[in-house]
């Protein structure tokens, strides 16, 4: 005896979720499996925004000069080139969509004119009060699933297996709550299972200079997914792109979000100068981090973002910070030369004025950044994002051996790869997720017809 189910989809992270209200609002019945006691995977822990382009809020702001097209020439840019196009192309034209399709559902998204590292034009959407954009969203998919009927999410239900008869997806294997076995049938699988960043093992494997970094990620992070695809006739791609933050606090593993650099804040190092243009992409930050001597920096961040923003007020809660009323406690604080501190903050703040930074070319400045007292926090770079995974199409479908899609097998999320190339820039995951999580929800109910 087995359970029917039309749809069956792997992981409660942001691409499961809006990959089962996309079936469920199309009509389909969804049973959402997630292994761990808790639903939202590392889209609980994302923090910073969406990108998406010309939409309604960046118009209003106006920003008029963004298109599909840019937006996939950054992605790629971020990624060196290694992105497939059809996959950065499909996110561009679609992440609008996907943008409108979260306020259809009551998301309290605004535009930010803050510009993410690797964005050309300022695309980052988000909570309205500047909080993490993860949290807002999952809250928003669980009520929303709870509220319309089709879907059912069972966590503490791991899937072993994905079945597979005569060439077609059949259904899926599972170890319930109660640690006992159980078969669901259904046509089609979207897989959303996320990455491996909390895999160690897996990560030091591909890439040994790795070993003993920190990680960003949920600890389910496991990479089991991609496993799960591979033995139902998946194809992998990039497996060894896998993404360092610059911006990570040591040991902790607390991530300071990308979008205080976009905000204005920046970063110096332990002799009290800035190293690099803050707002490029992030494995060259990182890389400009582990250069300086002590392979750790400080990011500078004041009052005047503190007060008007949730994030930067949660990482002085979190004790994460050390504050300082003037230059001279502030270096004292940190343990930097004052003078040079104090040097910085004035070339900065003439940056500002100037709006040109002779220095390291950082091309906005948002705010003088100035206004004490002022914060910092001390970072390094620490395992973010697996770019690389199961190999998909522009419909989400999982390419198979043949180079043909495995019939009934999608996937979405951070267990793909090809979208994000050699590096993901700040908003991709986001957009990521939503856009290609629709995508696979849509494919797969179009599958099942
Ligand atoms: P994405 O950002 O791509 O949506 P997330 O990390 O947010 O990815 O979510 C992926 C979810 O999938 C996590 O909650 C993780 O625990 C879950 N997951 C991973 N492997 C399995 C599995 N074999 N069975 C059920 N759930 C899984």
Redesign the pocket.
Known sequence: FAEETDLVV???????MSAALTAAQAGKKVIM????PI??????RAEGGMNAARTLQQLENGITHDSAMTMSLDAQKGGHYLNNPELTLALGENAKEAEAWMLSLGADFCHRMGRGGGQSVARGHGPCDGSAVGAHIMKLFYKTAKSIPGIEIRPS????EVIVKDGKVAGVKVIGKDKKEYTIDSKAVVL????FGANAKMIESLRPEYKGFATTN?P???G??ID?GLRAGATLVDMREIQAHPTVVPVKGILISESMRGRGAYLVNQDGKRFINELLPRDIVAAGVLAQPTGKAWILIDNALVQKNKLAQGYIQQGLAVKGNNVEELAKGIGVPAANLKATMEQYAKAFETKKDEAFGRPEMITPNNVFPMYAIQITPAIHHTMGGLRINKNAEVIGVTAKPVPGLFA????TGGVHGGNRIGGN?VAD?ITF?RIAGKSAADYIK
């Open positions: 792997v992981g409660s992270g942001g691409a499961g499996l997630e292994k761990m639903i939202g995977g590392n889209t609980n239900n791991k899937v072993t959303a299972t996320g990455g949920h389910g992070a496991l089991e997914g799960l979405a999320g951070e267990v995951a997720i999580g």
